[in-house]
Structures are given as C-alpha cells and as structure tokens.
C-alpha cells in the first residue's frame, strides 16, 4: 500500500465520520469517528518499516497511559504506577531514537485534536457549513507535520511568558 493509498483511505474515513456526524444517517457516528482517528494516527506521510511503526504505536500509548495517570488523586499507587509508565516511555524514547519520538508526539497531538473537533458536534446534528468548516480543519490537520507543531508551541509558550 503506498503513501498516497494511505491518505486516501485516512480521507475517506474522517469524510465519512463528518457525513455521518451530520445527523442523514441512522447511525450516531461513533463508530465512524473511531475509523477516522485511527486512521490519523496510521497515516504518518512517511513511510515507516512495520518494526519502526510498532515502535511509535507503542510510544504513542505510553503516552496515552502517562497523560492519564498524570492528574492530581489516586493516592500513592497511582504515583508509582505514573513513575514507571514514565520510566517505560524514556527506555522507548532511549532505545527508538529522536525521530520516531517526534512521529509518536505528533500522532498524539493529532488524534487529540481530532477528537476534540469531532467531539465538538457529538451533541447537536451538524449543518452543512460546520460540514465544510470540519472537513477544511481535517485537511488542516493533516497537512501539519512535526516542524509546524514545534513552531506553534514555542509561539504559544513565547506569547504566554510576555504575557505573564
């Protein structure tokens, strides 16, 4: 399967995630929406070896798992199992290298933003407007690569220091 196989399959699932979320269909959307963001997080615009892709799939859910376990409460058991999913992830990140942790930290940020876009119109049928504002951020996110999102956060973190 080629790269561009790749795009167009991740395409169509977040175009049919969008229709179904316009309330035409019977069903909710749900099951669309789950398509759609596994397929931004398979298409990575790089062609990966299946050993390499493994690799940050794996990163991508110790992400996943730190993020969740790093919020306040949980007591001590939380802690120390927060201590060892971040121990996990540096052997990860030790062991695969700097660029596959930059694929992994992208296609997190990625289905991130894609869930909240889609979750945005979870509640409400979507008109064709919000059709067309969806799909142009779908492609917008897409497009966006690993430089790009360093840039915007260091803008972002620039801003919030002359700010605070």
Same mark, same amino acid.
């Given at each position: ?7 167009? #399959? #991740? ?24 398509? #759609? ?20 799939? /794996? ?65 409400? /049928? ?25 840039? /915007? ?7 919030? /220091?002359?700010?605070?």
């Amino acid at each position: 399967m080629s790269e561009d196989d790749d795009t167009t #399959a #991740a395409e169509a699932s977040l175009r049919k995630a969008v229709e179904q979320l316009c309330g035409d269909g019977a069903g909710d959307g749900s099951e669309a929406a789950q398509e #759609a963001v596994q397929a931004l997080a398979d298409g990575s615009g790089r062609p990966w070896t299946p050993e390499q892709e493994t690799q940050i799939r /794996a990163m991508v859910e110790q992400i996943r798992k730190l993020q969740d376990l790093n919020r306040p409460g949980g007591g001590w058991w939380r802690r120390r199992r927060e201590w060892r999913a971040r121990e996990r992830l540096v052997d990860m990140m030790m062991a695969s290298g700097p660029e596959l942790l930059n694929e992994a930290e992208l296609r997190h940020w990625k289905s991130q933003a894609m869930v909240e876009l889609l979750l945005k119109f979870m509640d409400t /049928a979507m008109k064709q407007d919000d059709t067309v504002e969806t799909l142009a951020r779908i492609e917008a996110l897409n497009a966006v690569t690993y430089e790009n999102y360093q840039q /915007a956060r260091k803008k972002l973190a620039e801003e919030k /220091a002359a700010a605070g």
